[in-house]
């Protein structure tokens, strides 16, 4: 694997300079996780499973969707196609996003 840049004179690693984001890090702290890794594990399954079955192609702007929001249930009836742009948003009320609260 190669080395990212080092600064000359302090030797920290060097940021990807047309975003600003240090990928290596980003990958050390949080995608290199075995956690992190069985979710996209399960997510790339899901998708090769549907990509079988005919509903979604290589290209096509569709993402696979997960209804009870668990990446790593993959059974059928939990999995649709649907546009990136309906999968990767979410709907913008006062209670989105807001962990809904356990009842005693």
Known sequence: MPTMPRHPTTGKRMRNKSTGRNYRTEYDNYQGKPKQIKNRT??????S???KEG???KG???DV???NNRSTD???SNVKPQSKFANRSFKRTSTAGMAKKKKK
Do not use: F, T
């Open 42 to 47: 399960s997510r790339n399954a899901a998708r």
């Open 74 to 76: 993959n059974k059928r």
């Open 65 to 67: 969707a997960h209804k």
């Open 49 to 51: 499973a549907l990509m």
């Open 55 to 57: 509903s979604v192609a």
């Open 60 to 62: 096509d702007g569709k």
